[in-house]
């Protein structure tokens, strides 16, 4: 009988799945790519090849492309640290909502390669990027300013440098001078 049960759950997320790649029209070789999985492992799950990951990073990576919450996949357990969402992901978050796009046009907007570290920070797996290529390219996609989006970039490598051992309080006008020359930089030296 728990056969029984488990295959009517497998089939709950495999349908879900298939139907969210048909409605979408998402290229099952692209989703396969934005939660960092093979192509046959994408058509396994659709077919019950195999059952229905029960992989909380694989299953949140799923949920976040589909733009649901990943707890309506039966086979999700809720993982012991729960994930928590910075204000930086709140933040693009909202701006993708302001521009009423979907998480898959969101991530069709970005090279293929870089669409799982997308999907990790939408998820709040990963932070934002330090690069400021890779966080202008997200501001872009967006239309969030420079100006806006620095205060992030700022307050991300600032928690870096601390995490290695700058101490902030001893080195306060070294700091300042640091981030005033970054800031006058990127607003006058930047697209």
Not at 139 to 146: E, P, R, T
């Amino acid at each position: 009988m728990s056969n029984k049960k488990n295959s009517i759950i497998t089939m709950k997320s495999s349908e879900m799945l298939y139907n969210f790649l048909e409605n979408t029209h998402l290229h099952k070789r692209d989703f396969a790519q934005m939660i960092g999985v093979t192509l046959s492992y994408v058509y396994n799950l659709i077919d019950e090849t195999i059952p229905f990951s029960t992989r909380s990073t694989t299953l949140e990576r799923i949920a976040t492309v589909m733009d649901i919450s990943p707890e309506e996949f039966a086979e999700y357990k809720i993982p012991q640290d729960p994930i928590l969402i910075d204000e930086t992901t709140e933040f693009i978050r909202e701006k993708q909502k302001e521009k009423k796009m979907s998480t898959v046009q969101l991530l069709k907007s970005f090279p293929r390669k870089q669409r799982l570290e997308i999907v990790d920070i939408l998820r709040g797996a990963r932070p934002i990027p330090l690069d400021w290529e890779d966080i202008s390219l997200i501001a872009q996609v967006l239309d969030i300013s420079k100006e806006e989006i620095y205060d992030f970039w700022e307050m991300r490598l600032k928690q870096v440098l601390q995490n290695a051992g700058f101490n902030f309080e001893s080195n306060q006008a070294l700091a300042a001078a640091m981030f005033n020359c970054a800031r006058d930089y990127i607003y006058k030296n930047t697209k």
